[in-house]
């Protein structure tokens, strides 16, 4: 099979090789494309493995009504009033030990437990009630200078998924794949239907149902997933 794919000598077939000590498993190299992937051989277009596994909460976080402004404001003040709420995202997520692994026009994506960080569903949670009641203050400001409302909604889960890189060259960037981030992002939609503001899963809910006061359960129908999902809501805060 080595000689069949054209195997350079530097690769070895897993069932011929024997372990002598502690090494990284990434997928098979079959070609060209996919040795500038992984970076395994030659050299590398992208550092380190394809990937690892992860148990990490995901926080989704997205704009009530941004089609509705985007259209009413000039773009400059859009910019301006996103910059101002993901600017403090940014504060909330550090200050519960996360990180912001992506913003997607109007939303955020933060992630917490990347780096086995303590109590990483619990610091989701708070870092979303966080982001409901600075949605609330900011809202305020924005009422004054543009009689519009600012609102967000709110999904968590808590699950396994891959950590790596993903795309190529100089846009290459760290994110997490998996059904939990998809959950997640169901979740935030599903406040739409349920009239809530914040959603998190039933493993959020069973890690945390000491430490929140939650609201309301639901059996949702998520796009995507089959079956019903249990979902609890956590009440919107009051602005502090």
Sequence with gaps: MATKLDFPDAVRLACQATMLGSAGVRRLVLDKTDERLVSQLGTPTLSGPVGREVSVAVLFIDVVGYTKMAAALPPYDVLHLLNRFFSRMGDIVAENAGVIDNYMGDAVLALFGLHDEPDPVLSAVRSGLSALDAALNLSRHIERAY????????????????????????????TVIGDVVNVASRLESANKDTGTDMLVSDAVYELTASDVAYGERFELDLRGKAGQVVAYEVPHPEST
Excluded: P, Y
């Design 147 to 174: 009689r519009m409302s600012f609102q967000v909604r709110v999904g968590v889960d808590f699950g396994d998924a891959i950590f790596g890189l993903v795309g190529t060259g100089d846009s290459a960037r760290e």
